[in-house]
């Protein structure tokens, strides 16, 4: 496999050619990922939810994504690694912005970064790609906001608020953005952005008619197991396989049949004689 880049990004789209992005939070899965040859992976904020065990992202901390793209980076070798910029990470000043996320390439060893939102957010895009960092962008039903969502719903469902989606969209393609992630939009509006975009877009619950996809591995994997949505297959039962392996591993060793003789290391026995 070769290495993928942003410049592979707009590449695949001109060819019309599928981009596939999974999030990874650790060394081990990294591997996996890139040994599959997926072309992207997100060190998501959703770290805080599948790993960390929060309600919700907004209590991750720019340590904790730093800690996590770190061990991801160590794993991978041909994805291009985007580091997802976490709640208040960006949003305070744009000075702010870009000193977070640089953090992600210098200290993280991520090559691009993702932020959530808009208009409100265009001046930190610039600020972040000037300082020769891409970046991609989120729109839709983005996480960060939940408080002020109300909870976790399909965006962009009336003309009103289709329209200010493609508006957002577009500001985000002139601030520089590299591609976009719609989260949570109908079909037909992601068809739409996708036409009226130069750059990729990455749709998760955002149906077929998307330059590329986007799940949470765990999700994908069937790990994590608190909620399913609608949006997410399940290509693999890995939590039910996880807990039958542990089942077979407490009967085995409680019917003394674990550790067998293959697992199990010996000396002479005639040598314990002397203690
Ligand atoms: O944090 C995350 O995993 C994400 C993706 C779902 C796009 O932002
Ligand atoms: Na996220």
Redesign the pocket.
Known sequence: AEKFTVQSFRAAKAAQRPIS?L?AYDYTTACLLDEAGVDSV?????????MLGYEN?LRVTMDEMIHHTRAVARGSRNALLIG?MPFLSYHISVEEAVRNAGRFIQEGGAEAV?L?GGAAVVDKVRAIVKAQIPVLG?LGL??QSLNVFGGFKVQGKDVEAARRLLDDALLLQDAGAFGI?L?CVPDALAGLLRRRLEIPT?G?GAGADCDGQ???VQDMLGLFRRMRPKFVKAYAELGDAAVSAVQEYIREMAEGRFPAEEHTFHMDPKLLEQL
Not at 42 to 49: A, F, R
């Open positions: 992005m999030t997100l060190i998501g904020d959703s770290l805080g939810m599948v992202t997802d993702k959530e989120h983005t996480p992630v989260e990455i998760i986007v799940l949470v």
